[in-house]
């Protein structure tokens, strides 16, 4: 029997297990992934993020999602880190360089008294280009803005960029109600959809006023879940983009929270800040 030490923290209810593999090797197999996320028989989370050392940088993030597979990037889940590694004192500063697979992330923590409040990343720059997210489509476009997909007799309206993983934004009209939107029914068709080779994580947004939008998001790989950090990413640029708000800072409201994202196309990085809460530490029999 394998015991692994563990941590529970939420970014906006958008909830990981964070294992501590700076000085130990931690291999876990997709079925034991899978276990210690259900909610039933397991921990309970939308993904696990390994922290280890980085060659180069202050630590380097493996993240998984719940159904075992990996993703390239995780908003939410690079904050909970940068809190675990603070709280943990696996770094000594407030500035700190977490190595991904979508490149070098860098976090600021808003420390007061020795504690860690407000967590801000530098997203990078969102990526445009459909071969890049990836989106296969034959249209001889750059940009995939208001373009129409039909899906099981319906049409869609899809706004596509890359936050470092592939996301698909899609703005409700006036008269759609977001709350009771079945995004349970569109999510997984739309992250299976044929023009997606990788999937994709579908954002579901709703325009509240020139500063806020209100969104619930299906992710690739974990379903809806309470916040997607990378989804508000998206659904911010894509709304400044389209000029759905005004100014480049949006106020993204989930069904966990809320998120700031700061965007000016002028400078291309994609900023993304909140708290995010850590719950307890555990130890786990696999």
Same mark, same amino acid.
């Given at each position: 029997m394998k015991k692994i030490e563990f941590s529970k923290l939420n970014g906006q209810g958008n909830d990981f297990?964070?294992?501590?593999?700076t000085e130990r090797s931690v291999n876990l197999s997709r079925n034991q992934i899978i276990e210690m996320c259900n909610r039933n028989f397991g921990i309970g989370a939308d993904g696990i993020i390994l922290v280890k050392k980085s060659k180069k940088y202050d630590l380097k993030m493996d993240f998984y999602n719940k159904d075992g597979s990996i993703s390239e990037m995780c908003g939410n889940g690079i904050?909970?880190?940068a809190e675990f590694a603070f709280d943990k004192r696996l770094i000594t500063n407030s500035f700190l360089e977490i190595e991904t697979l979508a490149g070098i992330k860098k976090i600021t923590i808003d420390v007061k008294k020795g504690i860690a409040g407000n967590i801000q990343v530098n997203m990078g720059k969102p990526e445009f280009k #459909?071969?890049?997210? #990836?989106?296969?489509?034959y249209d001889d476009i750059d940009e995939i803005f208001n373009y129409k997909i039909s899906v099981n007799s319906k049409d869609f309206y899809i706004n596509c960029v890359s936050m470092g993983n592939p996301h698909c934004v899609i703005f409700l009209d006036k008269t759609e109600d977001l709350d009771n939107f079945p995004v349970p029914e569109w999510g997984p068709i739309i992250e299976n959809y044929k023009i997606?080779?990788?999937?994709?994580?579908?954002e579901f947004v709703k325009i509240k006023d020139k500063n806020n939008i209100d969104m619930r998001v299906w992710e690739r790989g974990a379903g809806e879940t309470l916040a997607c950090g990378t989804g508000a990413c998206a659904?911010?640029?894509?709304?400044?983009?389209?000029?759905?708000?005004?100014?480049?800072r949006?106020?993204?409201n989930l069904r966990g929270g809320k998120l700031?994202?700061?965007?000016? #196309?002028?400078?291309n990085d994609v900023y993304l800040e909140g708290r995010v809460s850590y719950k307890f530490d555990g130890i786990y029999f696999l």
């Open positions: 297990i964070l294992i501590d593999a904050r909970c880190m #459909p071969s890049n997210i #990836p989106v296969k489509i997606f080779p990788n999937k994709a994580n579908i659904a911010g640029v894509c709304s400044v983009k389209l000029k759905k708000i005004k100014g480049d949006i106020t993204v700031n994202v700061i965007w000016n #196309p002028t400078e």
